[in-house]
């Protein structure tokens, strides 16, 4: 599945980058996750975009890293 990357989007990471206080990509990784058909579950290792992805309502994939 593609996600277009575009002005809404970007926006959207802007929003969860300062929200969530994610890095860059990290936060155009959970605005194209948030943009998706994937059922609501959301795969990372890194701590705090699993928190940010946890408070947009994800279900976290591993449960426990």
């Known amino acids: 599945m593609r996600i277009v990357i575009d002005d809404r989007r970007i926006h959207e990471a802007a ?10 990509y990290d936060a155009v990784q959970l605005a194209a996750a948030m943009a998706s058909d994937l059922g609501g579950a959301f795969a990372a290792w890194d701590a705090r975009l699993r928190a940010a992805a946890a ?9 426990e890293p």
Do not use: Y
């Open 55 to 63: 408070e947009e309502g994800f279900t976290l994939i591993p449960v």
């Open 15 to 24: 929003r969860l980058a300062e929200t969530h206080l994610l890095r860059g």
